[in-house]
């Protein structure tokens, strides 16, 4: 069941510049629902356009069924069942814990009040913390109390935009994992928006990539990381090689500059002409039987791992410059030949090129 659907939806603003563009998608109820992209992409505005900041020009929006905008007809931000995590979590600093929490339950009788505020700050693990004000929290403190007040009022929709944007690299990994645990527990519909591709492939149960205010991909982490629909995405989600080549008689490889690379599935069948590869870096493998030699330009040790940029083929001024990545125990140098071969999973076939 749809608990949320936009169809056709168009917002521009005064400057002529047009931020949705014909916009549908739906999302599923209980499911994590991401939409990424760079900045200006038109993701955050597609939030406001369902939260009810913004009045689409055109198109309709549905929650749970019901009609919140489209044809003239608009219901408020407050009566969407709706609540949202801001960026900045919009903390009420002259309020304690409990009382942030319980804020959107001001019309409730004090006894439900307090118990549920109780019930939801136990859940996001700040059992203890009630009296405590926002500037005596951390970081990911403040997006607990944020993502408790959002889902006490147990609205129909939780917005959460770059809910991990003020944190630093290792509570943002930890946060992803609590945040999804969270959300899961209470069986919320919730709808992300980051830039931020790991954010966007650890916690979503789907993602929508978005550019220039329209869609160019759907679809779950795993489907848009390794198959990824053209070369923006590709591009934007990690990094990639992009590689132009010819399909072999036999539909199983592309020939390239670099070598025969075998696609999997070979699905190219009655197809000709020339296309567009995606190898992700740890697409490449180190071997000494590998059918692609190449010699190394400049490597990163970044801990866990290694990027290095080799030349395909050495020593030519033709040569083809691919990102690679191997693990952190092998001991390369810039100038070292070495031969390699391409996992067929780690590629993709993105699109035919153009003459």
Same mark, same amino acid.
């Given at each position: 069941?749809? =608990?949320?659907?936009?169809?056709?939806?168009?917002?521009?603003?005064?400057?002529? =510049?047009?931020?949705v563009?014909?916009?549908?998608?739906?999302?599923?109820?209980?499911? $994590?629902?991401?939409l990424?992209?760079?900045?200006?992409?038109?993701?955050?505005?597609?939030?406001?356009?369902?939260? *009810?900041?913004?009045k689409?020009?055109?198109?309709?929006i549905?929650?749970?069924?019901?009609?919140?905008?489209?044809?003239?007809?608009?219901? &408020?931000?407050?009566?969407?069942g709706?609540?949202?995590?801001?960026?900045?979590?919009a903390?009420?600093?002259?309020?304690?814990v409990?009382?942030?929490?319980a804020f959107?339950?001001r019309?409730?009788?004090?006894?439900?009040r307090?118990?549920?505020?109780r019930?939801f700050?136990?859940?996001?693990?700040?059992s203890?913390?009630?009296?405590?004000?926002?500037?005596?929290?951390?970081?990911?403190?403040?997006?607990?109390?944020?993502?408790?007040?959002?889902?006490?009022?147990?609205?129909?929709?939780?917005?959460?935009?770059?809910?991990?944007?003020?944190?630093?690299a290792?509570?943002?990994?930890?946060?992803?994992?609590?945040?999804?645990?969270i959300?899961?527990?209470?069986?919320?519909?919730?709808v992300?928006?980051?830039?931020?591709?790991?954010?966007?492939?650890?916690?979503s149960?789907?993602?929508?990539?978005?550019?220039? *205010?329209s869609?160019?991909? =759907?679809?779950?982490?795993?489907?848009?990381?390794? !198959?990824?629909?053209?070369?923006?995405?590709?591009?934007? $989600?990690?990094?990639?090689?992009? $590689?132009t080549?010819?399909?072999?008689?036999?539909?199983?490889?592309?020939?390239?500059? $670099?070598?025969?690379?075998?696609?999997?599935?070979?699905?190219?069948? *009655?197809?000709?002409?020339a296309?567009?590869? !995606?190898?992700?870096?740890? *697409?490449?493998?180190?071997?000494?039987?590998?059918?692609?030699?190449g010699?190394?330009?400049?490597?990163?040790?970044?801990?866990?791992?290694?990027?290095?940029?080799?030349?395909?083929?050495?020593?030519?001024?033709?040569?083809?410059?691919?990102?690679?990545?191997?693990?952190p125990?092998?001991?390369?140098? &810039?100038?070292?030949?070495?031969?390699?071969?391409?996992? &067929?999973?780690?590629?993709?076939?993105?699109?035919?090129?153009?003459?």
């Amino acid at each position: 069941m749809d =608990q949320i659907q936009f169809s056709g939806v168009k917002k521009s603003y005064r400057s002529g =510049q047009t931020a949705v563009d014909n916009l549908s998608f739906q999302v599923e109820k209980g499911e $994590i629902y991401t939409l990424l992209g760079p900045s200006g992409c038109g993701k955050t505005t597609t939030l406001r356009l369902l939260a *009810g900041f913004e009045k689409p020009d055109g198109g309709q929006i549905s929650i749970a069924g019901n009609v919140m905008a489209g044809a003239g007809y608009w219901v &408020p931000p407050e009566k969407r069942g709706v609540g949202m995590v801001f960026q900045n979590y919009a903390l009420f600093p002259h309020l304690d814990v409990a009382r942030n929490v319980a804020f959107g339950l001001r019309n409730s009788p004090p006894c439900v009040r307090a118990g549920r505020a109780r019930e939801f700050i136990d859940l996001v693990g700040l059992s203890g913390f009630e009296k405590r004000f926002p500037h005596e929290l951390s970081g990911g403190q403040q997006q607990r109390v944020a993502l408790a007040r959002a889902l006490c009022p147990e609205p129909l929709v939780i917005l959460l935009d770059e809910p991990f944007s003020n944190l630093d690299a290792d509570l943002r990994e930890t946060m992803r994992g609590e945040l999804k645990k969270i959300i899961r527990s209470t069986g919320a519909t919730a709808v992300l928006v980051t830039h931020d591709q790991k954010d966007a492939l650890a916690i979503s149960d789907r993602i929508m990539v978005m550019q220039r *205010g329209s869609i160019q991909q =759907q679809g779950d982490p795993r489907s848009i990381y390794l !198959s990824p629909a053209n070369q923006f995405v590709a591009a934007f $989600i990690g990094k990639s090689n992009i $590689i132009t080549g010819r399909l072999s008689a036999n539909c199983r490889f592309i020939e390239t500059d $670099i070598g025969e690379i075998p696609i999997n599935p070979p699905h190219l069948k *009655g197809k000709n002409g020339a296309f567009r590869l !995606s190898i992700r870096p740890e *697409g490449f493998e180190l071997a000494d039987d590998g059918p692609i030699t190449g010699r190394i330009n400049t490597v990163n040790y970044l801990g866990s791992e290694q990027e290095c940029l080799i030349d395909v083929p050495p020593d030519t001024r033709e040569s083809t410059r691919l990102l690679v990545r191997v693990g952190p125990g092998m001991d390369l140098s &810039p100038g070292d030949l070495v031969r390699m071969k391409v996992l &067929p999973c780690l590629v993709a076939v993105i699109d035919k090129k153009t003459p």
